[in-house]
C-alpha cells in the first residue's frame, strides 16, 4: 500500500489507474477491501483511490494525541485528499456518514461530485443494530476487542453483519478487518477516540443538511431494503441536494458494493462517464 502523512498521522492508501480522482470510503471495523468486488469493475480513465480510514481496521496507529472525534475524522478526510493535492474530486461516500460533513465545516473545496451509498445520515448516528453494539462495546474495559473476536466466529458475526449485507461474508474477507484492534492497542485506542466522541443529534441533522450548500452533481446510490439506514434517508438526500439524482439498489443491504458490485459498478460508472449537469 502506499501512505501519506496528515495532521493526524500517516493514511495508508491503494491507488490504481490516472486520471480525474475518485475517492472511495467505507466505514467503522472495515477497510478498503470491501471495494475489491467492484474495482474491476469501474470504468478506465480515473485515479481510484482507497484510504485505509482510522475507524478500527487501520494497520497504522495514528499519533498519540490526535483527533479522532467525528469532527476530527472529517478534518483528517479533508487533509488526505490536500496531502495528494487531489482536485475535483469525486467523493463515494458508504457505511461511515462523518464524510458529509466536509461541506458543513468547510472543507469541501477539493470536491467537485459525489456518490453517496447507504450511510449514517441526519440522526442516524450511530446506526442500527450494529451501532448499538458498539455502543454498548465502548463502554466495557476491552470491550471493543471483545467485539472484534466475536467477528472472527461465523454465527456471531451474523449477528453484527446480518443487517449490513446479504450473504454471509467469508473469513478471508473479515479477519484482516479484525486483526489490527486484536493485535495493537494504539489501534483500539483509535477507535475509542472516535467511537466515544459526542454525538449531538440536532447537530448531527444541521451539519447533514448543510449539504444544501453542495452544487456539484450527485449519485444516491441506495439500497431501500436495507434496516440500518433509512430508506426514506436516500429520498431525503436526494431533495436536500441540488443536484442530486436518486438510483436504487435493489436487494441490497447496506454493503450493496458487496451485495451487488456489479450494479454499483454499473451506476458509479455511468456518473463517472456522463457529462456535467447529467
Known amino acids: 500500500m502506499r501512505e501519506v502523512r496528515v495532521s493526524a498521522g ?17 466505514g467503522l471495523l472495515m477497510d478498503h477491501t470491501v471495494w475489491d468486488r467492484v474495482m474491476p469493475l469501474l470504468p478506465e480513465g480515473f485515479r481510484y483511490l482507497r484510504p485505509l480510514l482510522p475507524l478500527g481496521s487501520h494497520r497504522r496507529p495514528m499519533d498519540a494525541g490526535a483527533d479522532l472525534t467525528l469532527r476530527g475524522q472529517v478534518r483528517l478526510l479533508a487533509d488526505f485528499m490536500d496531502a495528494l493535492d487531489l482536485d475535483a474530486v469525486t467523493l463515494v461516500h458508504a457505511d461511515w456518514g462523518g464524510s458529509l460533513f466536509l461541506t458543513a465545516h468547510g472543507l469541501d473545496r477539493r470536491v467537485a461530485r459525489k456518490v453517496i451509498l447507504p450511510c449514517e445520515a441526519f440522526d442516524n448516528f450511530p446506526p442500527g443494530l450494529p451501532g448499538k453494539m458498539l455502543t454498548v462495546a465502548k463502554h466495557v474495559p476491552s470491550g471493543m476487542k471483545l467485539a472484534a473476536r466475536q467477528m472472527r466466529i461465523a454465527p456471531l458475526r451474523r449477528l453484527m453483519y446480518g443487517q449490513m449485507v446479504r450473504r454471509p461474508l467469508p473469513d478471508a474477507l473479515v479477519r484482516p478487518w479484525m486483526e489490527p484492534i486484536l493485535t495493537d492497542p494504539a489501534i483500539e485506542r483509535d477507535l475509542l477516540a ?24 450527485v449519485l444516491v446510490l441506495w439500497s431501500p431494503d436495507n434496516r440500518v439506514m433509512p430508506a426514506e ?14 438510483a436504487e439498489v435493489p436487494g441490497a443491504y447496506v454493503l450493496s458494493m458487496l ?12 456518473f463517472l462517464t456522463s457529462p456535467a449537469g447529467w
Open 233 to 246: 434517508h436516500g429520498r431525503r438526500l436526494t431533495e436536500l441536494l441540488p443536484a442530486a439524482h436518486y
Open 259 to 270: 451485495d451487488e458490485p456489479e450494479t454499483v459498478a454499473r451506476e458509479i460508472g455511468r
Open 194 to 217: 472516535y467511537c466515544r466522541s459526542p454525538f449531538d443529534k440536532q447537530e448531527l441533522i444541521r451539519d447533514t443538511e448543510a449539504l444544501r450548500r453542495f452544487t456539484g452533481d
Open 10 to 26: 500517516v493514511v495508508e492508501y491503494e491507488e490504481a489507474g490516472a486520471g480525474p480522482p475518485v475517492v472511495l470510503l467505507h
